[in-house]
């Protein structure tokens, strides 16, 4: 399996995971144009994605998921309610390429298996998702302002999680938004910050040699380097090993991450 962010962050987010058979994007949050120049850079053709993948309705997830599934005839994948809360922002759907989802409730796309489970986010019905080849497992969990064992039980034994590092606490605090936003942020259907990140991985690392992404960073309030490092610090701290028992990358809000086989 392959993975690659595309962009993360506020102003647009789109996943590819990937397999020799199979092609997925996890939300298509920005203009068709520039989705299709970052896939060319990265040597992914669009006529080869099999699906769309929607975790929640926010226009940062789905601003191109309309033109793309047009353009390319790609069916979109999303609950009844996301569908429904979505449909003035994508636009006309072929109604072949309307398809629906339901938490746990598992989906086979060729030899792709996805499984939607309930976070927590301003959003009518937001997913996260574990997508799986059978052998390798992919989590992605982003937006969502708290964790929960119910979330914890999904994700236990990825190979690959793409976790939500939004924002540092005391700059989210102490920045221009105002504080109704700062509340939001904050609260439990808002999203994560550094140093939950880093303590939700203390709970679900459990095979060793694990990769995470750090996702959906905040432009005013974080910045890579800041993520990275305070996630880093707080393993350190508990006896993780960096580059043995877990591997650390980034995401970014204006180009692709690096690509990860696993």
């Not at 789109?14 to 939300?27: E, H, P, R, S, W």
């Not at 969990?141 to 119910?150: E, H, I, M, S």
């Not at 190979?159 to 938004?177: A, I, Q, W």
């Amino acid at each position: 399996m392959k993975f690659c962010s595309l962009f993360s962050g506020s102003s647009g987010n789109c996943n590819y995971i990937g397999t020799d058979n199979a092609g997925l994007l996890v939300d298509v949050g920005l203009s068709g144009v520039r989705i299709q120049n970052e896939m060319k850079k990265i040597n992914i053709n669009p006529i080869d994605i099999d699906g769309i993948i929607v975790t929640h309705e926010h226009i940062d997830h789905v601003q191109g998921v309309g033109v793309f599934s047009r353009r390319f005839d790609i069916p979109v994948y999303a609950s009844v309610k996301t569908w429904e809360a979505m449909a003035c922002k994508v636009g006309k759907i072929k109604e072949d390429n309307i398809r629906f989802l339901e938490a746990d409730k598992e989906l086979l796309i060729k030899d792709l298996v996805i499984t939607p489970f309930n976070i927590s986010h301003d959003a009518v019905e937001p997913f996260g998702f574990n997508i799986s080849n059978g052998v390798k497992k992919i989590s992605l969990l982003t937006d969502t302002g708290c964790t929960n064992d119910y979330i914890r039980n999904k994700i236990f034994g990825f190979d690959l999680l793409l976790l939500e590092s939004n924002h540092d606490e005391e700059l989210l605090k102490v920045g221009s938004y105002p504080w109704v936003l700062k509340k939001r942020i904050m609260s439990e259907i808002g999203h994560l910050s550094n140093e939950t990140a880093a303590y939700f991985l203390l709970d679900v690392l459990s095979k060793g040699g694990e990769h995470v992404f750090l996702g959906h960073l905040s432009k005013e309030n974080n910045f890579p380097e800041l993520a990275q490092k305070t996630v880093e610090n707080i393993l350190l701290s508990n006896n993780i090993k960096i580059g043995r028992d877990v591997m650390i990358n980034m995401t970014f809000r204006d180009k692709s991450s690096m690509i990860q086989e696993i």
